[in-house]
């Protein structure tokens, strides 16, 4: 199984990113996939998830959308209007099954992830 994550690098405050997720080796389609992130020294945090319902954390609603292409068994986290305080480690995760959650020990398969800097 591998969980291919891309699309990271360093913007402005203000800019758009859109990161990738591209998975193998398993049935994308009947799973639940989500986005994590993390900076140094915090836990890993939620951001949203895409099953066959779509769940956004706060912080994010308005800014980042999650979408999937089962056909290329890809995810994808659009992220705009990104914020200083949106630097960290981006993570695509997966879990068996069509509901999402927020606890990241809650998934199976995690990607390498992707960092996402934002400069002020």
């Known amino acids: 199984v591998q969980l291919q994550a891309s699309g990271g690098g360093l913007v402005q405050a203000g800019d758009s990113l859109k990161l990738s997720c591209r998975v193998s080796g398993l049935t994308f389609a009947t799973m639940t996939m989500a986005w994590f992130r993390q900076v140094p020294g915090k836990e890993r945090e939620f951001v949203a998830a895409?099953?066959?319902?779509?769940y956004v954390a706060e912080f994010v609603k308005g800014r980042f959308t999650v979408s999937r292409d089962n056909a290329q068994n890809t995810g994808y986290l659009q992220m705009n209007s990104l914020k200083p305080e949106d630097t960290a480690v981006y993570y695509c995760?997966?879990?068996?099954?069509?509901?999402?959650?927020?606890?990241?020990?809650?998934?199976?398969?995690w990607g390498q992830g992707t960092q996402v800097t934002v400069s002020s």
């Open positions: 995760a997966l879990r068996y099954g069509a509901g999402w959650s927020t606890t990241a020990t809650s998934y199976d398969y």
């Open positions: 895409r099953s066959a319902s779509t």
